[in-house]
């Protein structure tokens, strides 16, 4: 089985990004985001991944089973701007082999 599972993020411009993303470092989807420069240098992620800016908000296009969402990060989606029925922050979803596939779309900057 490999540790690597594949990802459909589209990015703030509205381009698909495919990419693979590893399942053995304990990365969280924000740090894919960065590790792969999906998003503009210092536009998410600020908070270093502690749900405590909402940088990293992103909206779930697929069906995947999710963590549940923590105190901490639905108090941050409350005070977020851009928050759809589907949003979450990308630091709260730890990338396992139960993520593959998953599509998001980056939302907008605030």
Do not use: W
């Amino acid at each position: 089985m490999s540790p690597d599972i594949t990802l459909k993020i589209t990015d703030r411009e509205g381009i698909l990004h495919e990419i693979q993303a590893p399942t053995d470092m304990a990365m969280n989807l924000m740090e894919v985001v960065r590790s792969y420069e999906l998003a503009e240098e210092g536009t998410i992620g600020i908070c270093g991944g502690m749900a405590m800016c909402a940088s990293c908000q992103c909206y779930m296009n697929s069906n995947h089973q999710l963590p549940e969402i923590s105190i901490d990060e639905d108090m941050m989606l409350a005070e977020a701007f851009h928050v759809e029925e589907n949003s979450r922050l990308g630091c709260q979803i730890p990338m396992t082999p139960a993520m593959d596939g998953l599509e998001v779309t980056l939302a907008p900057e605030s």
